[in-house]
């Protein structure tokens, strides 16, 4: 099945610099890769998402950037704020079965945006 | 507003009990999914359903059991067979057709006491 590496775990950045959190992933088949901000008792929010037909997406401060070739896409934010501060999931989908697109996640990235 | 509603927030769950965790949606989504939180661990699919009536196993589905009565409806039961059920629960659910993001409940926290 499909396996989702996540690097670092935890990364601090200070205000107003950029962050990247990268992921790998091994099933050449998968073909969606969403990234989710989660915030300390909730559940996570998509932030951004990307196809593999696409080879980088950006929405105002954050971009995600595929490359099929290499299996391993990327989350960039650039500007951080105080307020980007929580753990970060990559998932690539997995099989497919029918009409569900079961998600493999990464293991998470703290990421924590200092004053 | 459309979403998902898991409940209670917090369980508490003695040995050798069986505890059940709602999870409803009002998006008119097909697929509904059961996610565990352990940390440094991400999360890990325990069951899901593509359509009433129906529903496979996850990665980690021994001790866990779902039904799927109704569309709206995916409720989740830790049985007394999950010898580790401490951990945060997450629902999630989507549109039909592959490649779309989950929205996600908010989650439960269930401890064992």
């Known amino acids: 099945g499909e396996n989702v590496e996540q690097h670092p775990s935890t990364l601090s950045v200070q205000e107003g610099d950029s962050a990247v959190i990268k992921c790998t992933y091994s099933?050449?088949?998968?073909?969606?890769f969403p990234w989710y901000k989660q915030e300390l008792g909730k559940g996570p929010q998509l932030i951004i998402d990307?196809?593999?037909?696409?080879g980088e997406k950006k929405d105002q401060r954050i971009a995600v950037t595929l490359n099929k070739t290499a299996k391993h896409f990327s989350l960039h934010i650039t500007e951080t704020q105080p307020e980007d501060s929580a753990v970060y999931f990559c998932?690539?989908?997995?099989?497919?079965?029918?009409?569900?697109?079961?998600?493999?996640f990464g293991t998470g990235t703290r990421l924590q945006v200092t004053l | 507003d459309g979403g998902i509603t898991q409940s209670p927030k917090y369980l508490f769950r003695k040995e050798g009990q069986n505890v059940t965790l709602s999870c409803e949606q009002n998006?008119?989504?097909?697929?509904m999914y059961w996610y565990r939180q352990d940390p440094g661990q991400g999360l890990r699919l325990i069951y899901y359903?593509?359509?009433?009536?129906?529903?496979q196993k996850g990665d980690i589905a021994e001790g866990y059991s779902v039904s799927r009565e109704k569309k709206e409806s995916f409720p989740l039961t830790v049985t007394s067979a999950q010898k580790n059920p401490t951990a945060f629960y997450l629902c999630?659910?989507?549109?039909?057709?592959?490649?779309?993001?989950?929205?996600f409940g908010s989650g439960t926290r269930l401890t064992v006491v």
């Open positions: 998932a690539a989908s997995g099989s497919h079965t029918g009409t569900a697109s079961k998600l493999t």
């Open positions: 099933d050449s088949a998968s073909n969606y």
């Open positions: 990307i196809r593999s037909n696409v």
């Open positions: 998006l008119n989504h097909d697929a």
């Open positions: 359903s593509q359509i009433v009536n129906d529903f």
């Open positions: 999630a659910s989507n549109l039909q057709g592959v490649n779309y993001g989950y929205t």
